[in-house]
């Protein structure tokens, strides 16, 4: 971990509340460290929220931890599709 570097949240995902949830515990099972913006909105008025949209919630990580964050959600990303 770099230490000259400041620490910041970084947004690394946005979606309904479940799916910021899923990510959310994906990310914690590989032991970085993320929180979740939005999601009471997104509970009081699951109508308004769509991915990227008005009442979205997302999914922050610390800007040391993106780029391993960033495979995990991609994973997910491609797993959800394939799905459908």
């Known amino acids: 971990m770099k230490t000259n570097e400041e620490i910041e949240p970084v947004e690394v995902f946005s979606g309904t509340t479940w799916q910021a949830g899923m990510v959310k515990s994906l990310l ?40 391993k964050a960033r495979l995990i959600v991609e994973e997910y990303e491609k797993n959800s599709k394939e799905d459908n």
Not at 37 to 65: C, H, R, Y
């Open 28 to 67: 914690e099972d590989a032991e970085i460290e993320a929180f979740l913006k939005d999601e009471i909105m997104g509970t009081l008025n699951p109508w308004w929220t769509a991915p990227g949209g008005a009442g979205a919630v997302s999914v922050f990580v610390s800007n040391q931890d993106y780029d």
